[in-house]
Each structure stands twice: as C-alpha cells, then as structure tokens.
T-cell receptor, first 118, second 114 residues
Framework: AQTVTQSQPEMSVQEAETVTLSCTYD???????LFWYKQPPSRQMILVIR??????QNATENRFSVNFQKAAKSFSLKISDSQLGDAAMYFC???????????????FGKGTKLSVKP | NAGVTQTPKFQVLKTGQSMTLQCAQD?????MYWYRQDPGMGLRLIYY???????DKGEVPNGYNVSRLNKREFSLRLESAAPSQTSVYFC?????????????FGNGTRLTVT
C-alpha cells in the first residue's frame, strides 16, 4: 500500500523569506500523481500544485514550486517570498495512475503546520 | 460556481443518534469521496463512489454508510453515532477520465458526538 510521510509537524518562516516543506512517499508504481493542498484556518482544502510522475520538469505555480525526486520518492514544496496569507496546514497527497474505476482517491500525509512571522 | 457543497457545517449529536451528511457537486464529476480529518492524522478515506451507482469502502468505513443518490449527490450516514466519530468530514469530487484531475473539496462538516 502506498504511504505518504510528512516529517515536519510544524514549520516557521519569516515574511518574505523562503521555506521548504518535505514529503516522502512509498509506492511500487511508476506512474502516479502528487499534490500539495493548503488548508487555512477556514478549513477549506485548496490545491496548491500538482506533479505528474512521468514528467521530469518540476511544477511551478507563481511563488510555489516543487522539487520532485522520483528515485528518492521525495516531493518537497518550496514557498518563495512567504506571505502572511501562506500560514496554513499543508498536506502532501499521492494518487495512483488508475485505469479508471475505483482507485482514484488521494492518500494524504499528516500535514505540516506553517506559521509566517511578520 | 458552487463547486462542492456540504451540509450542515456544524452538528452536535448524542451517542446513539443518527444523521446524514449531504454533499452535492455541480461540476459534472463522476467520482465522489468522503474523508474524515482528525488532529495529527491527516485525511482518511471513508467511502468513495467511482461513478453513479457504485460505492466502495475506503480506509475507515466502520460505522458509516453511503448513498450515491445520482451523479450530483453523495451522502454519508451515521446510523448510531459514537464519540470516536467526532471529526471534521470532507466531501470531494473529481473527474474520472482525467487521471491527474485533482480532488475538489467541500468546506467540511464539524461533527461532535457527546
């Protein structure tokens, strides 16, 4: 079974600085998808960024980027120029490349709580 | 666009009571999911429905039942609530044919069982 591990329960960053959140996963599959979701205090789950395992190029969305190391099964999230609004819980998630049917659900890590200091 | 709508937002139950959490999506998604979120545990899958007319158990199905009423609606029922079911519940949906399509989440239901 696939597992997702986030080893940093809490992180802190100064406003305007850069922070990296770690995520590792375990799978025997070669094709899959990885996601980072943000959950602010409002409880809403917001997709931040996603990565296809077959793509070598790291995904980027504005101030958010990932460092995807397929061989190491590592998928870290880098937040540049941190803003107060980035303070939230961040979840790493894995999704297998299913052939349709019933295996499309996400497997989540336990989350990293990010604080941003002004 | 409404996206995924969950009701209610908050609920307090007494042990043994029953209730149904409602979820509806307006994105024409085929797949729908119910997750629970507990402190320090991340989100864990309770049940999912790959398409209208089908449902399957996830990681933590005990104590729950689901109904995929139609393509839009997927409800979660607690027949006899227990304190261990105190949690935040999320409904989500996704396209089935887009393998990398992300899940779209509702805003959650905070359930307390006393």
């Amino acid at each position: 079974a696939q597992t997702v591990t986030q080893s940093q329960p809490e992180m802190s960053v100064q406003e305007a600085e850069t922070v990296t959140l770690s995520c590792t996963y375990d799978t025997s599959e070669s094709d899959y998808y990885l996601f980072w979701y943000k959950q602010p205090p409002s409880r809403q789950m917001i997709l931040v960024i996603r990565q296809e395992a077959y793509k070598q190029q790291n995904a980027t969305e504005n101030r958010f980027s990932v460092n995807f190391q397929k061989a190491a099964k590592s998928f870290s999230l880098k937040i540049s120029d941190s803003q107060l609004g980035d303070a939230a819980m961040y979840f790493c998630a894995y999704r297998r490349d299913h052939d349709g049917g019933s295996q499309g659900n996400l497997i989540f890590g336990k989350g990293t709580k990010l604080s941003v200091k002004p | 666009n409404a996206g995924v709508t969950q009701t209610p937002k908050f609920q307090v139950l007494k042990t043994g009571q029953s209730m149904t959490l409602q979820c509806a999506q307006d994105m024409n998604h085929n797949s729908m999911y119910w997750y629970r979120q507990d402190p320090g545990m991340g989100l864990r899958l309770i049940y999912y429905s790959a398409s209208e007319g089908t449902t399957d158990k996830g990681e933590v199905p005990n104590g729950y039942n689901v109904s995929r009423l139609n393509k839009r609606e997927f409800s979660l029922r607690l027949e006899s609530a227990a304190p261990s079911q105190t949690s935040v519940y999320f409904c989500a949906s996704s396209r089935r044919d887009g393998y990398n399509s992300p899940l779209h989440f509702g805003n959650g239901t905070r359930l307390t069982v006393t």
